[in-house]
T-cell receptor, first 117, second 116 residues
């Protein structure tokens, strides 16, 4: 089965510019996650979707970040305007369903490495 | 609040030897899951092993085993017979239930280097 797809793999922009990332989850996976991973740190959840609805966006900087998942399949994450501290790898992950047990295996894409100059 | 701690920023091991990567966690929730992920330099996160808080036996997956000590709140990853391809960043993560479903909280990671 095909894995989680993300594009672009790399992006370099100047501060105050806007950027968008795209993610296509594994077919049939209802839950989609966007993570931010700053160099040397573990991934931090930005937003979680269940189908096309937002489940958790408590750590999303909503003044500059936005995300959508139209039709409950692929998703885009946008930053506008970008700041230097947004330089990071943005990981997309998906899981089969919203798990109400403690087991929640997430499958990750290759990530998009963003550099803000 | 849930928290994962990995106290080893870097570890070195000789090829074919075993290595233990430490992970401690903090939660008041009795139901939780513990995961280990591997992140090579290419960037993708690769699932290695899972341990549920109610599981009686330690999880094993091939050369990976999880040393789960519930009372001490530790979930160390043991890699046996290390290979050069095991060189990567390793993350411990915990999942727990919330009314909106479950989410993962990651530790800061341990960089493992396998020497020939």
């Amino acid at each position: 089965e095909a894995g989680v797809a993300q594009s672009p793999r790399y992006k370099i922009i100047e501060k105050r510019q806007s950027v968008a990332f795209w993610c296509n989850p594994i077919s049939g996976h209802a839950t989609l996650y966007w993570y931010q991973q700053i160099l040397g740190q573990g991934p931090k959840l930005l937003i979680q979707f269940q189908n096309n609805g937002v489940v958790d966006d408590s750590q999303l900087p909503k003044d500059r970040f936005s995300a959508e998942r139209l039709k409950g399949v692929d998703s885009t994450l946008k930053i506008q305007p970008a700041k230097l501290e947004d330089s990071a790898v943005y990981l997309c992950a998906s899981s089969l369903e919203v798990s109400y047990s403690s087991y929640n295996e997430q499958f990750f894409g290759p990530g998009t490495r963003l550099t803000v100059l | 609040a849930q928290k994962i701690t990995q106290t080893q920023p870097g570890m070195f091991v000789q090829e074919k030897e075993a290595v233990t990567l430490d992970c401690t966690y903090d939660t008041s929730d009795p139901s939780y899951g513990l995961f280990w992920y591997k992140q090579p330099s290419s960037g993708e996160m690769i699932f290695l092993i899972y341990q549920g808080s109610y599981d009686q036996q330690n999880a094993t997956e091939g050369r990976y085993s999880l040393n789960f000590q519930k009372a001490r709140k530790s979930a160390n990853l043991v890699i046996s017979a290390s290979q050069l391809g095991d060189s990567a960043m390793y993350f411990c993560a915990m999942s727990f239930k919330e009314t909106s479903g479950s989410r993962l909280t990651f530790g800061e990671g341990t960089q493992l280097t396998v020497n020939p």
